[in-house]
C-alpha cells in the first residue's frame, strides 16, 4: 500500500527550460507536503513545503503546487541549472506520536539537466 | 557545522551475524529518526525516538531494534541480519513538536550482507 506515489523514476531536461515532478497520493489526512533534494552520498535535504491549506508556495525557482482533490502535488523548477541534477523525493507528513512528524516518501524521480 | 553524521558510511557483514550502525547529532533535536530504503524505492521509517521515548512502525521487523544513550547518539541494532536487510540506512532528526519542523538526514551507511 503505498501511499506516496511518484510514478516517473527519471526525468531529462533541458538547461534553462522549465522541470516539473510530479507527486500522487492517496491519504486525505496528510495535512503537510514536502519535497526533498538528494545527491549521490549524500542524504536527502529540505527543499521546498506546502501545508494543505495553500495550493501553491513559491521559494526563487522553485515552486510547489497542490491540487488537494486530485490528491496531487507538483514541483516547477525553473529555470533549471545542471546542479539541479538530482534525485527528488516528495514527502507526505502527518502527526503521530507526542507531535513527531512521520514522513511518508515516494519512490523519487532522478533529473537530470542537460546543458 | 551543526550536523547529522553516521557511521560507518559501508557495512559489509554476514548473514545472521548481528550489526549496530550509528548516528549522532550536533543540532539538539529531540527526536532521531531510522528509515530504511531498499534500492529504487522510498526511504521507509523503522522507528523513532522522542525523547528518551522510542516509537516503533508496527510494519518494522522484530529483528530491527534501537538505543537512544542520550540526546546525542541513536543506534540501529540488526540481530539477525538476512539478506533482504541489504539497504541504505538513514538517520533523520527533528526539532519536533510540530509537524512542520524540518528533518535532517545524515548521509546514511549502506548496508551489504553476505
Known amino acids: 500500500d503505498q501511499q506516496v506515489k511518484q510514478n516517473s523514476p527519471s526525468l531529462s531536461v533541458q538547461e534553462g527550460r522549465i522541470s516539473i515532478l510530479n507527486c500522487d497520493y492517496t491519504?486525505?489526512?496528510?495535512?503537510?507536503f514536502l519535497w526533498y533534494k538528494k545527491y549521490p552520498a549524500e542524504g536527502p535535504t529540505f527543499l521546498i513545503s506546502?501545508?494543505?491549506?495553500?495550493d501553491k508556495n513559491e521559494d526563487g525557482r522553485f515552486t510547489v503546487f497542490l491540487n488537494k482533490s486530485a490528491k496531487h502535488l507538483s514541483l516547477h523548477i525553473v529555470p533549471s541549472q545542471p546542479g539541479d541534477s538530482a534525485v527528488y523525493f516528495c514527502?507526505?507528513?502527518?502527526?503521530?506520536?507526542?507531535?513527531?512528524?512521520?514522513?511518508?516518501f515516494g519512490q523519487g524521480t532522478r533529473l537530470t539537466i542537460n546543458p | 557545522d551543526a550536523m547529522v553524521i553516521q557511521n560507518p558510511r559501508y557495512q559489509v557483514t554476514q548473514f545472521g551475524k548481528p550489526v549496530t550502525l550509528s548516528c549522532s547529532q550536533t543540532?539538539?533535536?529531540?527526536?532521531m529518526y531510522w528509515y530504511q530504503q531498499k534500492s529504487s524505492q522510498a526511504p521507509k521509517l523503522l522507528f523513532h525516538y522522542y525523547d528518551k521515548d522510542f516509537n516503533n512502525e508496527a510494519d518494522t521487523p522484530d529483528n530491527f531494534q534501537s538505543r537512544r544513550p542520550n540526546t546525542s547518539f541513536c543506534f540501529l541494532d540488526i540481530r539477525s541480519p538476512g539478506l533482504g536487510d541489504a539497504a541504505m540506512y538513514l538517520c533523520a532528526t527533528s526539532r519536533g513538536a510540530s509537524a512542520y519542523n524540518e528533518q535532517f538526514f545524515g548521509p546514511g551507511t549502506r548496508l551489504t550482507v553476505l
Open positions: 543540532l539538539n533535536h529531540n527526536v
Open positions: 514527502a507526505a507528513s502527518a502527526v503521530i506520536i507526542q507531535g513527531a512528524q512521520k514522513l511518508v
Open positions: 506546502i501545508s494543505s491549506i495553500k
Open positions: 491519504n486525505s489526512m496528510f495535512d503537510y
